[in-house]
């Protein structure tokens, strides 16, 4: 039997390309075998999950999981199945008790989610007032093991919905008001890939 030389990518190419493709050129002492090239990591397809979560599809306000009644407590497992999922949630309109300050112009509530995770993706949450125009001002978080909470910049997330996100896990609040001192509201949980790769699980959970 005739021993089959495996050449290494790193000088395999040429050697392959003149030994085994052009008749011309001159053949090695015993034969060569090429490795086939690696595929260029910046075109590799992302890995799907074999299995996806319940909630699909939610990709949107529009298509939120949402509750069969409100769900002002809470807990969501879920998984970032491709590098362009995105799962979003809804509670229904909840009466929150927590941090409600009555100002001048309103009431000022910090709704707050809590992230469990391993992964960096982006979390958001999203509140809106029931009754009148919804004013996020500022935004809250804090990080796993941290001792206390951290203020952030308010951001939007890419519906133009105002919120507040972080990534990885921890814990993300918004402070905002709802006007005519109403202290119900009915939030959103953006949840996207951010850094994190597919196949990224993650939990949610939440108390108004």
């Known amino acids: ?52 979560d319940s909630y699909e599809p939610n990709g949107d306000m529009i298509t939120a999981a949402a509750p069969d009644q409100r769900e002002c407590a809470g807990s969501r497992d879920a998984v970032i199945g491709t590098r362009d999922d995105v799962d979003v949630f809804r509670t229904g309109a909840c009466a929150v008790g927590v941090d409600v300050i009555v100002t001048s112009i309103g009431t000022s509530l910090r709704p707050k989610l809590t992230v469990s995770t391993t992964r960096p993706i982006r979390t958001c949450i999203i509140p809106t007032c029931v009754e009148g125009a919804t004013n996020v001002y500022s935004c809250f978080e804090q990080g796993p093991g941290e001792p206390s909470e951290v203020e952030t910049l308010t951001t939007r997330t890419a519906t133009d919905f105002r919120g507040c996100c972080r990534m990885g896990a921890g814990t993300i609040a918004a402070a905002m008001d709802c006007p005519l001192s109403s202290e119900t509201i009915d939030t959103f949980f953006w949840v996207e890939a951010g850094d994190a790769p597919a196949c990224s699980e993650y939990s949610l959970s939440w108390s108004f």
């Open 1 to 52: 039997m005739v021993n089959v030389a495996l050449v290494a990518l790193a000088g395999c190419r040429d050697d392959c390309q003149i030994h085994l493709c052009d008749p011309q050129k001159p053949r090695p002492t015993e034969p060569v075998e090429c490795v086939s090239p690696q595929a260029d990591p910046d075109q590799v397809v992302p890995d799907t999950c074999s299995t996806t």
